[in-house]
């Protein structure tokens, strides 16, 4: 009997719980497309250093405490990042433009 009364409780609150959903809207934005001569997966540092020249930037390495954490660092040049594990090439992102800020 206790079954039964659990089973009637839980289809009455499946039942009500779907008629007072909220419905969520999301606006999406298409990412930036990378230049198709980025840098791509397994090239070395040397490599994206004589093609691209000196990046922007070049952001320390994070991680490399523990042989699992391999070090991370990434280069910034106009238009995308690179991103390495050691001295090898992860991935190629493009960079998002940066919103103007309004002027005084």
């Known amino acids: 009997m206790r079954k039964i009364l659990s089973l009637g409780l839980l289809l009455a609150l499946a039942a009500a719980g779907g008629a007072m959903a ?4 999301v606006t999406t934005r298409s990412a ?3 230049p198709a001569d980025a840098p791509t997966r397994g090239m070395h540092q040397e490599t994206v250093l004589r ?8 952001v320390a390495a994070v991680g490399g405490n523990l042989p699992q954490h391999p070090p991370i660092s990434r280069w910034v040049y106009p238009g ?3 991103y ?3 001295e090898l090439v992860i991935t190629s992102v493009a960079n998002r433009p940066v919103a103007a ?3 005084d």
């Not at 909220?22 to 809207?25: I, K, N, R, T």
């Not at 093609?51 to 070049?58: F, I, L």
Request: aromatic share 12%.
């Open 51 to 58: 093609r691209w020249g000196e990046p922007q930037q070049r």
């Open 80 to 82: 995308f990042t690179v």
């Open 22 to 25: 909220d419905e969520l809207q």
């Open 101 to 103: 800020t309004p002027a």
């Open 84 to 86: 390495f594990e050691r």
């Open 32 to 34: 930036p497309a990378l």
